[in-house]
């Protein structure tokens, strides 16, 4: 049995795997409230749009910052906003990071497909 993650708006399957489903416990700098995250998706079914914002921004109690570079996920479909892509996943590289403080921004990552929850219809396969 499969969950099926639908567009709310349109209903359109957006084609998004649990076996690319980060666990909830998953530790990110941008908090996982309200939202999934994804390792992979189907780039096919959606449309992404950068957005470049200098002001202030509160994720969470300790992530925070004065310039947002994030990118937008949009249905392909309708249009409407189902997520958004950080930069802040796994380590691409094993390594200790700078001075060996541990993994860092200057290591690069790979990308987080974050969908927010309120976003999506969850249907189960049977």
Aim: contains cysteine; positive net charge; hydrophobic residues 30%.
């Amino acid at each position: 049995m499969a969950t099926i993650y639908s567009c709310k708006e349109c209903r359109t399957n957006l084609n998004l795997a649990t076996n690319h489903l980060f666990p909830s416990d998953f530790y990110f700098e941008a908090g996982n409230k309200n939202s999934i995250s994804f390792s992979w998706i189907d780039q096919s079914k959606f449309k992404f749009e950068k957005e470049d914002k200098i002001r202030p921004f509160f994720e969470t109690l300790n992530y925070w910052g004065i310039q947002r570079n994030r990118t937008k996920i949009k249905c392909n479909n309708c249009g409407k906003i189902v997520g958004y892509v950080y930069d802040d996943g796994p380590p691409m590289v094993d390594t200790l990071g700078q001075f060996h403080f541990g993994p860092s921004q200057v290591i690069p990552r790979n990308p987080r497909f974050r969908f927010k929850s309120k976003a999506l219809l969850l249907s189960s396969d049977s």
